[in-house]
């Protein structure tokens, strides 16, 4: 069973991360899992370390994912816990 780290809010993802999905047929749902666990994919230590700091101190939480097509997704989850973003970086 997994056990959720934080709560993620309302989900909503950009048209250019749904369409990177979809190309490269990958499920959003496996990588919203993956950032709610908190396999926060590509991130260097020190932003890492700014999560699992982020997750206690109500502060806004980032992943980053590289899609099989070479697309980078990132995964933004606010500050207060309302929403959670899939989007690209060139979007943010």
């Not at 369409?19 to 590509?42: M, T």
């Not at 980032?62 to 970086?89: F, H, K, N, Q, V």
Request: negative net charge.
């Amino acid at each position: 069973m997994t056990i959720a780290r934080f709560p993620m809010g309302q989900i909503v993802a950009t048209p250019g991360a749904l369409q990177a999905l979809e190309e490269a047929s990958e499920s959003p749902a496996v990588l919203l899992k993956r950032h709610l666990i908190g396999d926060w994919g590509e991130l260097s230590d020190d932003d890492r370390q700014e999560n699992e700091r982020s997750v206690s101190d109500g502060c806004r939480l980032l992943s980053a994912y590289t899609l099989s097509t070479g697309i980078r997704i990132w995964i933004i989850t606010e500050a207060d816990r309302s929403a959670t973003t899939l989007l690209l970086p060139s979007e943010y």
